[in-house]
């Protein structure tokens, strides 16, 4: 007994000892972003690019591309609230199933006639995505595009499963990108307000907007957002703060006389959504978060596809009969916009465990 006593002890002395290594290297590893970072894109690229904006109809894609490694017949071990332990093998997918799904972003981005593309959740070097470098491939589908990139996410190890130490979700270098066949006058990264408490935060995304502002003839301005805001944010307050200032922006930009869109990921439905329109056989269910009514002023509109969902439930393979799915990526558009059509565009899920929306606006 006495010595399984003492087992029983280093067993547990051990397992603390492993917890607080990884809590000090997260804490002094930690990125820190913080303010306003003026972003550079490739010469070529930029070079390429139209300088202006011509024409009163522009269009947008906004896709989250989910690392490329949620697609159909993928999950995200999380997701099934597996924090300590979660089936052998699971933590990331093969690297075939990886580069399927990345050949389908380069596909859609490449076949989809749009004159921006906003794109969430790409990698350019992750442990979880077998080092695939997403940005370069969807940077090679639209050569003549300026393409410019904002992390959000930055770890050099996330440590979970936290009793897989041999298979940890690990290294992450991902965030957003935005491409445009047009030249921006400004692209910046603005870190958004809010975070986790310690030490949840250590292995968390720090959630940006990535703003461009682009010439438009006559001597107007377009100010473009690509968004991905707040998930596992239980009770909304870290999504409100970065919606809060989201919104003091985009009225900036408005009252300074520019255009303004914002699109992504929001990670809630957009006001007045009916999300049983999607899953009508539920009878019971916690609805989910949705952009309060009264959060823009009168004029502002919202774009998405209440026939076509944009995210699936993640935590099992896609399964069209039995998947929760809803609308969280969609677009705020200011009052002097018109939507000519948004359309979503039904993959099955096929690349990620989202699918983009189109939109196609006029500038008045």
């Known amino acids: 007994m006495r010595r399984l006593f003492k087992i029983l002890v280093w067993t547990a002395v051990i397992f603390l000892l492993y917890v607080a290594g990884f809590l000090l290297f997260g804490t002094v590893t930690d990125w820190k972003p913080e303010g306003t970072e003026t972003l ?17 109809i522009i269009s947008l894609l906004s896709w989250n591309v989910g690392y490329g490694g949620i697609g159909d017949e993928d999950f995200f071990f ?98 957003l ?7 921006p006058a400004t692209a910046e990264r603005i870190q958004l307000p809010g975070e986790f408490p310690w030490p949840t935060k250590l292995f968390q995304l720090d959630r940006c907007a990535l703003r461009q502002v682009y010439p438009v003839k006559e001597g107007q301005e377009l100010a473009v957002y690509n968004v991905h805001l707040s998930a596992y944010d239980k009770d909304g307050s870290i999504r409100r703060q970065q919606m809060n200032a989201l919104r003091e922006a985009a009225l900036a930009d408005y009252q300074a006389g520019r255009y303004v869109i914002i699109g992504g990921d929001w990670n809630q439905m957009p006001p007045g959504f009916n999300w049983f329109s999607l899953n009508p056989t539920v009878e019971r269910v916690e609805l989910p978060t949705a952009v309060s009514f009264d959060f823009m002023p009168p004029g502002w509109k919202y774009g998405y596809d209440p026939g076509t969902a944009t995210v699936r439930e993640s935590h099992i393979p896609y399964d069209a009969h039995r998947s929760r799915r809803s609308v969280i990526d969609f677009f705020l558009l200011s009052p002097n916009l018109r939507i000519k059509r948004v359309k979503g565009i ?11 929306v189109y939109l196609e606006v006029e500038m008045m």
Do not use: C
């Open 346 to 356: 039904n993959q099955g899920f096929k690349y990620s465990d989202h699918q983009p």
């Open 78 to 175: 999380y997701n099934k609230g597996d924090f300590f332990w979660t089936t052998p093998g699971t933590v990331r997918m093969s690297e075939e199933r990886i580069i399927s799904n990345v050949d389908g972003q380069e596909l859609t981005v490449k076949n989809t006639l749009s004159d921006f593309f906003l794109l969430q959740e790409i990698d350019t070097a992750a442990y979880r995505s077998r080092y695939v470098n997403q940005l370069q491939t969807v940077r090679e589908a639209r050569p003549s595009y300026a393409t410019f990139f904002a992390p959000n996410f930055k770890s050099k190890r996330v440590p979970l499963p936290l009793l897989q130490p041999w298979d940890h979700y690990g290294y992450v270098v991902g965030g």
């Open 40 to 56: 550079s894109s490739s010469v070529a690229s930029a070079e390429r690019a139209e300088p202006v904006i011509q024409d009163s």
């Open 177 to 183: 990108v935005s491409m445009s066949k047009y030249r």
